[in-house]
């Protein structure tokens, strides 16, 4: 598959599940990321560079065909004396000569080297495809995190307007028991600070908003002071299993391209012993040349033709160049079975980890729904009871703080479960498939 066609194989292949859109569904917004973003640009420039380079000629497979032309005109003066008495002197004497040829040259052999560069060229463009679509991968996990974000602070911030407004009730309350005589200056102030409180912590919550809709716009290449009206999302949208995780690590494009790069050392490695083996080419070419002189020994001189020819070296000694290269290639193959290997571990931790946030946040997201009802039904009754006189301003604080807490709790986890599973598909290949 070319990579010019990728892009758009990918918007019909995102395995995403999302709502209908409003004004920006997580959907829309990955597919504006996936054509737009920069970094993604710069990466499926360096894939289509690494499949433009997948070349036979550049393994040195196609014979090489050169043109060459000279012409030399020159002014000489000449003295020429020969055996049989004849002499020539003469000034300002006019001569020119031309050569043209056509020359091609094909190797025979190499020691295999240029199938050796062939099949690294192969593989340089498989890890940059890989390359690709690990970004491909990571750009959608940014964009459905940072989309879940905008969308857990907006959350939050019903609850704390929520609150505002309930804490602008209390104080127009105790100044009306007040002027009636039924409250002091200590609910007053203390129903003053609450409303100020409130106030900062609404404004706060907008620009935390707003700096999450600029993480969002950097990812879509947009406008940074652009917002949206974003739909809300299911905490999860699929049915994970354990054992169909653990068994889809290998899919991972990092895996992949840890596999690729252990293949082009061994292709390298390749490479490099055939610099030792004799070296033979079959050369040709067709020569024109003329020469022409108003004197001297020869006045005109014209010789054509074809010529073929073999050219045979062999290396026999390179001061340990080939050696050392030997040496490290050696190196570089065992350096690129231990990354591997490393890669493979560091994914099993990381999916090992999202496994555990992703189960925990699921449980407690049924412990908080329950606790978030009964939050809501306690700050109920404290606020009748306070219309009522039957409590103080600290008690029904108390049960505002309780039912901050446990709705940010809900969010919160709403949250983790969905960067857990986020996690767990990027990990497994599953965001994008291709």
């Known amino acids: 598959m070319k990579i010019k066609f990728l892009i758009t194989f990918l918007f019909l292949s995102i395995a995403i599940v999302s709502k209908s859109q409003s004004d920006l569904s997580l959907q829309s917004a990955i597919q504006n990321a ?13 894939a289509v560079i690494a499949h433009n380079n997948n070349h036979i000629g550049n393994a040195g ?32 004497v006019f001569s020119n000569s031309v050569n043209a040829n056509i020359i091609a040259t094909y190797t025979l052999y190499d020691g295999s080297r240029m199938f050796a560069a062939r099949n690294r060229l192969e593989f340089q463009d498989e890890a940059a495809k890989n390359t690709f679509n690990s970004r ?39 100044k009306q028991r007040k002027e009636a005589g039924l409250a002091n200056n200590t609910d007053l102030y203390l129903a003053q600070l609450d409303v100020e409180s409130r106030n900062q912590a609404v404004n706060s919550q907008h620009a935390i908003i707003k700096n999450a809709f600029t993480d969002l716009n950097v990812l879509m ?16 949208t699929l049915s994970l299993q354990k054992a169909s995780l653990d068994s889809s690590i290998i899919k991972n494009p990092d895996v992949s391209l840890a596999q690729n790069q252990l293949d082009i050392a061994y292709q390298t490695q390749r490479e490099i012993a055939a610099a030792s083996s004799p070296l033979l080419r079959l050369n040709g070419a067709y020569n024109y040349n003329i020469s022409q002189s108003q004197a ?24 340990n160049v080939n050696s ?16 591997k290997e490393r890669t493979i571990q560091q994914l099993n931790a990381a999916l090992e980890q999202a496994w555990v946030n992703y189960q925990n946040a699921l449980m407690q997201i049924n412990s908080d729904t329950s606790a978030v009802r009964i939050a809501k039904e306690y700050m109920d009754l404290m606020q009748q009871r306070f219309n009522l006189g039957q409590n103080t301003i600290i008690e029904l604080k108390e049960a505002q703080r309780t039912f901050e807490e446990t709705n940010y709790r809900l969010i919160s986890n709403k949250y983790i479960a969905k960067l857990a599973e986020t996690q767990l598909m990027l990990l497994t290949g599953m965001l994008v498939k291709n």
């Open 61 to 92: 497979m196609l014979p090489t065909v050169t043109f060459n032309a000279s012409a030399t005109p020159s002014l000489t003066n000449i003295n020429q004396k020969f055996t049989n008495g004849t002499s020539i002197e003469k000034s300002g």
């Open 34 to 46: 996936l054509s737009s973003n920069l970094d993604l640009k710069l990466a499926q420039s360096d």
């Open 324 to 339: 050392v290269n030997t040496k490290n290639a050696r190196v570089n193959i065992e350096a690129a079975t231990v990354r």
């Open 221 to 236: 290449n947009a406008p940074a002071s652009t917002t949206y009206t974003l739909s809300s999302f299911e905490p999860t």
């Open 136 to 174: 491909v991968q990571t750009i959608v996990s940014s964009v459905i995190s940072t989309y879940a974000n905008i969308v857990r602070q907006q959350e939050y911030l019903k609850v704390l307007l929520q609150l505002q407004t309930l804490s602008d009730q209390r104080l127009t309350l105790v």
């Open 296 to 319: 001297g020994f020869s006045l005109y001189n014209q010789s054509t033709g074809p010529q073929v020819g073999l050219t045979l070296a062999i290396p026999l000694f390179t001061g």
